[in-house]
């Protein structure tokens, strides 16, 4: 999995922190995720959920909403409305650099949002709310004690959790101004609600509401033990694996494994090109993953670049050859790490290298071999032996490349 972290403007100017992270290989879709009221974007239930997506081959993109966890702004100052516009803008990010959401996640007062802003996020296919109200006039209750002063004084601080707000009288007024209802009857979407019946935050009963409002296709699936927050890393777990399950019936993938031509056979890599800047999808006779180049160098960082992959085969081959000898002598090698960097530098033996400006590639190779029995002498043997690991032979070989237009 890949993690980037992206920033993009809200409609009010205040800059948003976002989280972006990736499958290996090219996402069978992108998902946008909101979180729960006042929460954060690394909260436990949304990093679980996300990451479980991430794992059956989806992106999901998590941020947090203004004035929150990264994000700039004044929590005071935002509303039901601000967050939708949030949603709004973080669709657009993901439009303008990768690829449109095609799901909209939402977790508590975000599933609301997400009902909410689905009619101004066009290409999404498919609507998920988790423990969420039907109505955003719900989370008033989280504060009733102080709805009086709040009407009263125009503002009150409010306990949420370990943190204080000030919560704003142009807040209950803006919670109260949503025809939910409305939202979820047109939503002309997809829609699977979760919802736990021990949920002691927000009823289930709004979990009936959501889905009697809303049109087929309409699913719903019962959490059972599970709290408000999915506390429970396997209630988080089930979650994002049964999303990722659930999509395959209503959402059309750009890409998926059968879509995927292999490669001929093995030993043969095809590269095709993702975009017109530095995406690349790189195919083998059993794999696939994505080469980029960073964000400093133009590209959108979600692979890793050409001598990243380079050293990871030296790497990876290193390793493997030292674990097969060991393994093979039952030597005490307990764990092994081998880490590579890559340089230039001027060749220092060649006479000419100041006219010339030649320069050697230098790779670095740094291993530790783990294991308290481990002898002096084996761990010198296992250091030559790293050297005549295939991919070290052939990367000091001289290699002659052939090219071909077919």
């Not at 941020?63 to 100052?77: A, I, M, P």
């Not at 692979?303 to 992959?309: A, K, Q």
Request: charged fraction near 20%; include cysteine.
């Amino acid at each position: 999995m890949q993690r980037i972290k992206l920033t993009f403007e809200n409609s009010q100017g205040n800059e948003l922190s976002g989280a972006l992270e990736l499958p290996y290989q090219k996402p069978l879709g992108y998902a946008l995720f909101a979180h729960c009221f006042s929460c954060g974007k690394d909260i436990p239930a949304a990093t679980r959920i996300s990451r479980s997506l991430v794992e059956k081959g989806f992106a999901v993109l998590r941020f947090d909403f203004t004035g929150l966890g990264g994000s700039n702004g004044d929590f005071g100052n935002t509303n039901f409305s601000s967050n939708v516009a949030d949603l709004v803008a973080a669709s657009r990010l993901l439009k303008e650099q990768y690829e449109a959401p095609s799901l909209l996640i939402g977790h508590s007062l975000g599933g609301a949002a997400v009902l909410a802003a689905a009619r101004d996020i066009p290409e999404a296919e498919a609507v998920i709310t988790i423990g969420a109200p039907s109505d955003p006039e719900h989370v008033s209750h989280l504060f009733s004690d102080q709805v009086e002063t709040i009407e009263k004084d125009g503002v009150a601080p409010v306990q949420l959790g370990s943190r204080t707000f000030n919560i704003t009288k142009q807040f209950l007024t803006d919670i109260s101004n949503h025809n939910m209802k409305e939202h979820i009857g047109n939503l002309g979407k997809a829609l699977l609600v979760f919802h736990s019946p021990r949920d002691t935050t927000v009823s289930i009963d709004e979990a009936s509401k959501i889905f009697t409002a809303a049109k087929h296709p309409r699913s719903f699936i019962s959490l059972d033990q599970a709290d408000h927050l999915l506390t429970n890393a396997a209630d988080a777990a089930y979650v994002g694996h049964t999303i990722a399950a659930w999509v395959e019936r209503y959402v059309s993938s750009s890409s998926s494994p059968q879509d995927i031509t292999p490669a001929p056979e093995k030993g043969h890599v095809i590269v095709k090109e993702e975009n017109k800047a530095f995406l690349r999808h790189i195919k083998t006779d059993h794999h696939n993953w994505l080469a980029d180049e960073p964000l400093t160098m133009g590209g959108g960082n979600q692979g890793p670049d050409p001598y990243e992959m380079l050293l990871a085969a030296l790497g990876a081959c290193t390793s493997m050859t030292i674990r097969m000898y060991a393994n093979h002598k039952q030597w005490p090698l307990e764990d092994l790490d081998v880490e590579l960097s890559h340089t230039r530098e001027h060749c220092q033996d060649s006479a000419d290298c100041e006219q010339s400006g030649h320069q050697i590639d230098i790779i670095t190779r740094n291993i530790s071999l783990v294991g308290e029995k481990l002898t002096e002498e084996q761990r010198q043997r296992l250091l030559q032996i790293a050297g005549k690991c295939p991919v070290h032979k052939t990367l000091e070989n001289k290699i002659v490349v052939k090219d071909k237009l077919t």
